[in-house]
């Protein structure tokens, strides 16, 4: 039976992600980051079990990380922040772009780390981190300059993961959901969250060392950096 851990799993991709990993029978961690918004994801996804923790809060990271006692064969870091409304290189505000590596780039990474002992446990552990085509470095857009900073650099995190974890089997890998309609995609945005779950989670359960350290998008299909 396979375990999986997604984050930000009350709304958005992340909810779909694990209503998706639900309906294939796994046992399923969904964080988010308050007792009120557990509460009510748990009510939607039934037999979810719920974590409670700001991605930014490393002691409520480390507090539900002992929640989980047996292992985790999957974590799904997915939570993420577009960025504060000023955010161009000539007019930056410097705290929401802070804020946004916080939440976009380090706590990725505090979450794999925190729960790498469960990971370990699983002898099928395995990291996928929902990065963004935003973070291309094949062409200069400009626009949401915080949030492509930080999911390039989250990229570049991962990748170092990636080879660090490689000698204990652990595949990292990154992946770029498209555009989706969800609070952050907007309207507009060509992709359905569901249709994009079914696909990051194939990818997450079929990630093994040859993987390690690259960019899928949804699909499946190795991307450019
Ligand atoms: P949403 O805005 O719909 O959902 C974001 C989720 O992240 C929410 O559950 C939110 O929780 C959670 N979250 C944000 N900050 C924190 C925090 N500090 N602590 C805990 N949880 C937090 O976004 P999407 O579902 O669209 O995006 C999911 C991921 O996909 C993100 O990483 C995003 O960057 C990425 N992505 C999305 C694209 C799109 O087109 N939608 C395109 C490319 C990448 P809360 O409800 O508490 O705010």
């Given at each position: 039976m396979t375990t999986i851990l997604i984050t930000g799993a009350n709304r958005g991709i992340g909810f779909e992600l694990a209503r998706a990993a639900l309906e294939k029978g796994w046992t399923v961690y969904g964080s988010a980051r308050t007792q009120g918004k557990a509460h009510d994801m748990a009510a939607s996804l039934p037999g979810l079990k719920a974590l409670v923790f700001d991605v930014c809060n490393r002691a409520e990271?480390?507090?539900?990380?002992?929640?989980?006692?047996?292992?985790?064969d999957i974590l799904i870091n997915n939570a993420g922040i577009i960025g504060p409304d000023r955010q161009s290189t000539l007019d930056m505000d410097f705290d929401g772009f802070a804020e946004t590596l916080a939440v976009n780039t380090l706590a990725p990474l505090a979450i794999a780390q925190a729960f790498l002992p469960?990971?370990?446990?699983?002898?099928?552990?395995?990291?996928?981190?929902?990065?963004?085509?935003?973070?291309w470095m094949g062409y200069g857009a400009s626009d949401r300059i915080?949030?492509?900073?930080?999911?390039?650099?989250?990229n570049k995190v991962m990748q170092g993961l990636a080879t660090d974890l490689q000698a204990d089997g652990i595949p990292v890998a990154l992946i770029d959901p498209g555009w989706v309609r969800t609070d952050m995609g907007g309207k507009a945005a060509d992709l359905e969250p569901a249709e994009v779950a079914r696909g990051i989670l194939k990818v997450a359960e079929n990630l093994s060392l040859t993987h390690t350290g690259k960019f899928f998008k949804w699909t499946g299909d190795e991307r450019a950096f």
């Amino acid at each position: 039976m396979t375990t999986i851990l997604i984050t930000g799993a009350n709304r958005g991709i992340g909810f779909e992600l694990a209503r998706a990993a639900l309906e294939k029978g796994w046992t399923v961690y969904g964080s988010a980051r308050t007792q009120g918004k557990a509460h009510d994801m748990a009510a939607s996804l039934p037999g979810l079990k719920a974590l409670v923790f700001d991605v930014c809060n490393r002691a409520e990271i480390a507090e539900g990380s002992r929640r989980v006692d047996g292992p985790l064969d999957i974590l799904i870091n997915n939570a993420g922040i577009i960025g504060p409304d000023r955010q161009s290189t000539l007019d930056m505000d410097f705290d929401g772009f802070a804020e946004t590596l916080a939440v976009n780039t380090l706590a990725p990474l505090a979450i794999a780390q925190a729960f790498l002992p469960a990971l370990r446990r699983a002898r099928t552990g395995r990291i996928l981190t929902v990065s963004s085509q935003m973070s291309w470095m094949g062409y200069g857009a400009s626009d949401r300059i915080a949030y492509r900073a930080s999911k390039a650099a989250v990229n570049k995190v991962m990748q170092g993961l990636a080879t660090d974890l490689q000698a204990d089997g652990i595949p990292v890998a990154l992946i770029d959901p498209g555009w989706v309609r969800t609070d952050m995609g907007g309207k507009a945005a060509d992709l359905e969250p569901a249709e994009v779950a079914r696909g990051i989670l194939k990818v997450a359960e079929n990630l093994s060392l040859t993987h390690t350290g690259k960019f899928f998008k949804w699909t499946g299909d190795e991307r450019a950096f």
